[in-house]
């Protein structure tokens, strides 16, 4: 058994460690965050909208968390929303993304969040095209594209981040 795994190591269908990070893996990956990944990730920001990077990313591949490298969306579920951030119809796998109630601001909302780290992401709404009528309203700044062909993030070093996911 390794530093990484336990007896108890938590796995989503596509094989995902879903495991939280230790305090120390936690403490490593955060001090690799700029200020506004933080303030997103962490403080459960939002970034200005049309502003985020990957709005417009249209290559095919995969988005990740950008804190801990599960992968989260696929770019084939991805759509043009008109809301100002990059918008999916459905999760990489259903275990991935943790659905919280958020009522702050004054309203209902279903906050997304990384099922491994518990980064904040975005929101869900029902509001998306067929075939699941969701619209995931992810924040650029929360997640880290992978083209398909390239392997992905493992920084946990979980031995999970090595495949393609981009086309599975």
């Known amino acids: 058994m390794t530093q990484?795994?336990?007896?108890?190591?938590?796995?989503?269908?596509?094989?995902?460690?879903?495991t939280p990070p230790t305090d120390s893996q936690r403490a490593v990956l955060e001090a690799d965050l700029s200020p506004e990944e933080k303030r997103v990730l962490l403080a459960h920001g939002t970034e200005a909208p049309f502003c985020g990077t990957l709005l417009g990313e249209k290559r095919a591949g995969v988005f990740c968390c950008r804190e801990c490298g599960l992968p989260l969306f696929r770019s084939v579920t991805k759509f043009e929303s008109g809301t100002g951030w990059p918008s999916f119809t459905e999760p990489v796998d259903p275990a991935h993304v943790r659905a919280v109630r958020d009522d702050s601001h004054g309203m209902v909302r279903v906050e997304t969040r990384c099922a491994r780290c518990d980064s904040h992401q975005g929101h869900v709404f029902p509001d998306g095209p067929p075939p699941t009528g969701l619209r995931y309203c992810i924040n650029s700044v929360a997640l880290s594209f992978v083209a398909d062909g390239e392997p992905l993030p493992d920084p946990l070093g979980r031995g999970d981040g090595g495949r393609d996911e981009g086309t599975a």
């Not at 007896?7 to 879903?18: C, E, K, Q, V």
């Open 4 to 18: 990484t795994e336990s007896p108890a190591a938590m796995r989503s269908a596509s094989g995902y460690d879903l």
